[in-house]
């Protein structure tokens, strides 16, 4: 509890979110290194994904891409990239080891929306004469819309989570107020640190989750697809309509009726198609 109320008492300190230090200063760095990498990231493994599952191969090599990019720890690549020749390069050993790690997220999802896309649509498109880029813009992708966000919105989270670690590169972000908490001895800061960071990855889901509702180009024909049908009966309610009749016919020539036309209405049901 100690730790808790330190924590608040940091963060409703207006000190601690002015400067370059501050709270303010650390969210836009953070913000920033979150974004470029997510941005490279979509950049590489979008249209690699995209253009496998147009061509319908390649399959094995996006999921053992994405295997590969899973087992390796970002922690360690970024140790090795920060004492390598690149650690003297500002932000770049941070910026590689996250666009590796938010790569697997977006090609596997990828992939795997363009091949579980409607294949009859696909096929019916292609018979309207659409062209391969017509056929992948128009029809392909709002399939695999759904897909493609979802691994948007993990990338984003695991890039926004995992941007902490900059600070034990030298870099920026709200880890920095962290290790500065570990430094200091400061529970109380560093559970802050980590509250901060918890809030900005729900906020960026929530906001992705808006977005994923507010741009679906085929939100409205799946919310109709999903309702009651209101148009008419479909095929099959036709068939149980037949089916219906034909048991009542049997019913009534059973119970005494027409005989003739109940008979007439059975050899009707019986007659083969």
């Not at 249209?47 to 191969?57: E, S, Y």
């Not at 900059?166 to 559970?191: C, E, K, M, P, S």
């Amino acid at each position: 509890m100690d730790a808790i109320t330190g924590a608040w008492q940091w963060l409703t300190t207006a000190a601690n979110w002015a400067g370059e230090k501050g709270v303010w200063h650390r969210l836009g760095e953070h913000l920033y290194l979150s974004g470029l990498c997510l941005l490279i990231s979509c950049l590489i493994a979008l249209p690699v994904a995209l253009w496998l599952g147009h061509l319908g191969k390649g399959g094995a090599l996006a999921v053992n891409l994405s295997n590969v990019g899973r087992a390796v720890p970002t922690f360690a690549v970024l140790v090795l990239l920060t004492l390598s020749p690149l650690g003297t390069h500002g932000d770049w050993p941070t910026i590689i080891a996250l666009v590796l790690f938010a790569v697997p997220p977006l090609l596997t999802n990828a992939y795997l929306g363009m091949r579980e896309a409607d294949r009859d649509v696909v096929e019916a498109a292609r018979g309207m004469g659409m062209s391969g880029p017509q056929l992948l813009l128009r029809v392909e992708i709002p399939l695999a819309y759904p897909l493609i966000m979802t691994g948007l919105r993990s990338a984003a989270v695991q890039v926004v989570a995992t941007a902490t670690l900059a600070a034990l590169a030298g870099g920026g972000g709200l880890g920095r107020i962290i290790t500065a908490g570990f430094g200091n001895y400061d529970t109380a800061q560093v559970v802050a640190g980590a509250v901060l960071v918890a809030v900005l990855a729900l906020t960026v889901e929530g906001a992705l989750v808006l977005v994923d509702r507010g741009c679906d180009p085929m939100r409205g024909r799946r919310r109709g697809a999903k309702g009651p049908r209101t148009g008419g009966e479909g095929p099959t309610s036709r068939g149980a309509g037949r089916l219906d009749g034909a048991e009542e016919a049997r019913t009534d020539g059973g119970a005494g009726g027409d005989g003739q036309t109940g008979g007439e209405e059975v050899a009707a049901v019986r007659k083969p198609a």
